[in-house]
T-cell receptor, first 111, second 111 residues
Framework: SQTIHQWPATLVQPVGSPLSLECTVE??????LYWYRQAAGRGLQLLFY??????ISSEVPQNLSASRPQDRQFILSSKKLLLSDSGFYLC??????????FGPGTRLTVL | GENVEQHPSTLSVQEGDSAVIKCTYS??????FPWYKQELGKRPQLIID?????GEKKDQRIAVTLNKTAKHFSLHITETQPEDSAVYFC??????????FGTGTSLTVIP
């Protein structure tokens, strides 16, 4: 069966520091991969999605970037964090014409 | 692009009563409609889904209806229980590559 991992689970970072969040999927090939951000008490904001290695679509221009170095690995990065980057970051995967499954999430606090 | 609207944003019901959450979508090409339940601090979990070739689907106390002509779909929870309290998200997708989420409904079941 398929499994999705995210790490770290929680992270506290100072403003201006870099960020790297990692997501990996097991048990499937060529998944579509997504990064979402969820502010406290709010909905799901799609940040990036990828349909294949090296193929990244950005939904919201900001100081974040994403990369997909391997088929089942998706990385979210920032060179300099802002206070507004705090939130719950969720990675998700899907196969075309099928549902989307979420990872356990990373709770990021920027101080 | 697709626009998904979800109502109500908050809903309180007495234990044992029914709860209904409604979503509308704008893209007539959307053909897959999942519903997710998110408990506090956890990832969204798929609870039921429906495809455009089906008008209704049921799974124990949960049912989803779809009206393609009117472009709306609804989640029905019968005999609600306190453990049904959570935030519920609807979503619409075409081809499964991109998922467009509603803004969420916070359901509280009062014992």
């Amino acid at each position: 069966s398929q499994t999705i991992h995210q790490w770290p689970a929680t992270l506290v970072q100072p403003v201006g520091s870099p960020l790297s969040l990692e997501c990996t999927v097991e048990g499937t090939s060529n998944p579509n991969l997504y990064w979402y951000r969820q502010a406290a008490g709010r909905g799901l904001q799609l940040l990036f999605y990828s349909v294949g290695i090296g193929q990244i679509s950005s939904e919201v221009p900001q100081n974040l970037s994403a990369s997909r170095p391997q088929d089942r690995q998706f990385i979210l990065s920032s060179k300099k964090l802002l206070l507004s980057d705090s939130g719950f970051y969720l990675c998700a995967w899907s196969l075309s014409v099928d549902t989307q499954y979420f990872g356990p999430g990373t709770r990021l606090t920027v101080l | 692009g697709e626009n998904v609207e979800q109502h109500p944003s908050t809903l309180s019901v007495q234990e044992g009563d029914s709860a209904v959450i409604k979503c509308t979508y704008s893209d007539s090409a959307s053909n897959y409609f999942p519903w997710y339940k998110q408990e506090l601090g956890k990832r969204p979990q798929l609870i039921i889904d429906i495809r455009s070739n089906v008008g209704e689907k049921k799974d124990q106390r949960i049912a989803v209806t779809l009206n393609k002509t009117a472009k709306h779909f609804s989640l029905h929870i019968t005999e609600t229980q306190p453990e049904d309290s959570a935030v519920y998200f609807c979503a619409a997708s075409r081809t499964g590559n991109q998922f467009y989420f509603g803004t969420g409904t916070s359901l509280t079941v009062i014992p």
